[in-house]
Antibody, heavy 119, light 110 residues
Framework: QVQLQESGPGLVKPSQTLSLTCTVS??????????WTWIRQHPGKGLEWIGD???????YYNPSLQSRLTISVDTSKNQFSLRLTAVTAADTAIYFC???????????WGQGTMVTVSS | EIVLTQSPATLSLSPGERATLSCRAS???????LAWFQQKPGQAPRLLIS???NRATGIPARFSGSGSGTEFTLTISSLEPEDFAVYYC???????????FGQGTRLEIK
């Protein structure tokens, strides 16, 4: 059974870079059937798709975040990562990593990690 | 960019009643990529329905999805106490690949 776990700092200063890693266990990140996805949820708000990556390294980003966003994959560690530069308070959110099985839906989610942007 | 609009924003019902949640897309979507999620406080969303109508593994039969084009519906035939939560619809655009969520419907106990 595939499980995902986010890790990274819970507090980031304004203008700095937010970095999170998602570790995939119970299965391989090398899969032609799945995208590996980042989604965030502002406090008390709805869900926002950040972007995703295929195991080959091909990425797709939310246009509203694209200029600040990098998603990468490390198949040797079975991990994928998110970097968001020049953060502001508006980037304060719960960040989820997830597995997107296309027509079969986003079927596996990490528990989420709260990231606060504050000095 | 496709926008998903869910209605109502809040739905107040009693256990045993039928719940009908709506998701309207701003343009016709690729049907295969319409899904529904349930989220409870402090938890990650859980996949309920994919491909418009297919229940995910372990999802009770009281949950069903329907629709096509721009109009989609999640129906809960007889509400159980554990069904009171927030529900989101989601569309994965095939090209360019991207994801969009509706703003959510809060299902609360009346």
């Amino acid at each position: 059974q595939v499980q995902l776990q986010e890790s990274g700092p819970g507090l980031v200063k304004p203008s700095q870079t937010l970095s999170l890693t998602c570790t995939v266990s119970g299965g391989s990140i090398i899969s032609s059937d799945h995208y590996w996805t980042w989604i965030r949820q502002h406090p008390g708000k709805g869900l926002e798709w950040i972007g995703d990556i295929f195991y080959t390294g091909t990425t797709y980003y939310n246009p509203s975040l694209q200029s600040r966003l990098t998603i990468s994959v490390d198949t040797s560690k079975n991990q994928f990562s998110l970097r968001l530069t020049a953060v502001t308070a508006a980037d304060t959110a719960i960040y989820f990593c997830a597995r997107d099985a296309g027509r079969f839906g986003i079927d596996v989610w990490g528990q989420g990690t709260m990231v606060t942007v504050s000095s | 960019e496709i926008v998903l609009t869910q209605s109502p924003a809040t739905l107040s019902l009693s256990p045993g009643e039928r719940a009908t949640l709506s998701c309207r897309a701003s343009q016709s979507v690729d049907s295969y990529f319409l899904a529904w999620f349930q989220q409870k406080p402090g938890q990650a969303p859980r996949l309920l329905i994919s491909d418009i109508t297919n229940r995910a593994t372990g999802i009770p039969a009281r949950f069903s999805g329907s629709g096509s084009g721009t109009e989609f519906t999640l129906t809960i035939s007889s509400l159980e106490p554990e069904d009171f939560a927030v529900y989101y619809c989601h569309h994965r655009n095939n090209w360019p690949p991207s994801g969009t969520f509706g703003q959510g419907t809060r299902l609360e106990i009346k």
